[in-house]
């Protein structure tokens, strides 16, 4: 059964750098057939996707992120990060990492994130 | 950007009722449409991807619809695990994706 587990500091100061690690068990990270993302929850509202990356090492972010985040994976120890800089109040969140995969039909390429970490929460604060 | 707008954001149900939960997006996206179940400090789960296929393990009782801009998702028979928050999903502007805001669905 593949899982997936969020690890890094519960607390950031304001202007520092949020660094996240997901460590994968039960699968390898270098599957071809999927890829891997970081998806937050601020306390009391909805889901915001991140950013995801993809086996061929290709990274995609949130236009509203895209200048503060990096996605990369560590193949050695079948993990991936999220480092995201200059952080507010407004980071605040639950982290969650997850596998996303995708659903070939006809000719649509359907993709969904189908296991989730238990997920991390954030604080940002002095 | 593609939004996702789901109704009601909030609806009272009692168990054995049944329930549909509308999203829809701002322009056509097919069925590229998935949903999620999130229970209370618990991750998000996988219900309906491609807008109408059931996730392996998921009851029966779930099922989704819809194609271009209008989706559904029914519960046919409330169980008392059901209560939670479902949210939608869409995928046709993959990689980049968003989520519908959320409809919380409570016991009356």
């Known amino acids: 059964q593949l899982q997936l587990q969020e690890s890094g500091p519960g607390l950031v100061k304001p202007s520092e750098t949020l660094s996240l690690t997901c460590t994968v068990s039960?699968?390898?990270?270098?599957?071809?057939?999927?890829?891997w993302g970081w998806i937050r929850q601020p306390p009391g509202k909805g889901l915001e996707w991140i950013g995801s990356?993809?086996?061929?090492?290709?990274?995609y972010y949130n236009p509203s992120l895209k200048s503060r985040v990096t996605i990369s994976v560590d193949t050695s120890k079948n993990q991936f990060s999220l480092k995201l800089s200059s952080v507010t109040a407004a980071d605040t969140a639950v982290y969650y990492c997850?596998?996303?995969?995708?659903?070939?039909?006809?000719?649509?390429?359907?993709?969904?994130?189908?296991?989730w970490g238990q997920g991390t929460l954030v604080t940002v604060s002095s | 950007d593609i939004q996702m707008t789901q109704s009601p954001s909030s609806l009272s149900a009692s168990v054995g009722d049944r329930v549909t939960i509308t999203c829809r997006a701002s322009?056509?996206?097919?069925?590229?449409l998935n949903w999620y179940q999130q229970k209370p400090g618990k991750a998000p789960k996988l219900l309906i991807y491609a807008a109408s296929s059931l996730q392996s393990g998921v009851p029966s009782r779930f099922s989704g619809s819809g194609s271009g801009t209008d989706f559904t998702l029914t519960i046919s028979s409330l169980q008392p695990e059901d209560f939670a928050t479902y949210y939608c999903q869409q995928s046709y502007s993959t990689p980049t994706i968003t989520f519908g805001q959320g409809t919380r669905l409570e016991i009356k």
């Open positions: 990356i993809y086996y061929s090492g290709s990274t």
């Open positions: 322009q056509s996206i097919s069925s590229y």
């Open positions: 997850a596998r996303g995969r995708t659903y070939y039909y006809e000719v649509l390429r359907i993709n969904y994130f189908d296991y």
């Open positions: 039960g699968g390898s990270i270098s599957s071809s057939s999927y890829y």
